[in-house]
């Protein structure tokens, strides 16, 4: 299972009883999952194939499955291998000794523990998981974690890896001609130094190294971009957890063929050393 390709909008949580698989669920919904409890395995595909054809108004589902279920053992593995797409598995996890302060503390009952003690519960149930334990993408040991770093977790493991399918689009314009129309980020690039008050940049555009050079040596720009690309940086989960799939990021100046465009390049190139997906369009640098 580990070779086919998984769907980061199909999640399915399970591990171990008190690990934190609730704790999970509520923060997957808030970042615009559609979370289903306890789901029995054979009514899995069911909902698979509701989603996939577009039954159901659900982008993103997440399933939380677990030992409480009596055929889950036998049934989940089986299902999962059948289904037309392969959902990204977290198995949670915690020692013992985490375990049974937990069921201590909340005085809930171990589901494999009616008649024999809590640590006895937690051991049978660790063995009987060991297989799909295996079949994990993510196991999170969240003994000594709070609900905070569980949520940072999440977010490291899984919204990175969505945000490396995440299509970021770059346009240089000029203000002249207007603002692009699909715009969701405009930034204005008009107060950094202009190499068209310089009559041998003047003919040149934003992609010619003297141009380029130019710009960039500025404090000013360098500023900026530091700013630009913390500021992008931050935005982009964001825009995730909200159900984006794409984002377009406008950077304009007065003609679109010199600042903008040093700029929208530079912010290209950053953004792909951080493994994004960058494309760039440069509207008016040849007009």
Known sequence: MKNQSKSIDFIVVTGLSGSGKTVVSRFLEDMGYYCVDNLPAKMIPQL???????????????????????????????????????????????????LVRRFSESRRPHPLARNKSILAGVKLERKKLAPIREMADEIIDTTGLSISQLKEQIVNRILQKKLRRFQIYIISFGYKYGLPLDSDLVFDTRFLPNPYYLDELRELNGRNRKVRDFVLKSEET???????????????????????????????CTGGRHRSVVIAEALKEHLRKKNLDAKIIHRDIYK
């Open 222 to 252: 360098r500023t900026f971009l530091e700013k630009l690309y913390s500021f992008i940086e931050y935005l982009l989960p964001g825009f995730i957890r909200e159900g984006k799939s794409s984002l377009t990021i406008s950077v304009g």
């Open 48 to 98: 698979v194939d509701l989603w996939l054809r577009k039954k159901v108004e659900i982008e993103r589902i997440a399933l939380v499955v677990d030992i409480r279920e009596p055929n889950f053992l036998t049934e989940f593995p089986r299902i999962i291998k059948k289904l037309k797409v392969k959902p990204y598995l977290i198995f949670l996890e915690a020692t013992d000794e985490t």
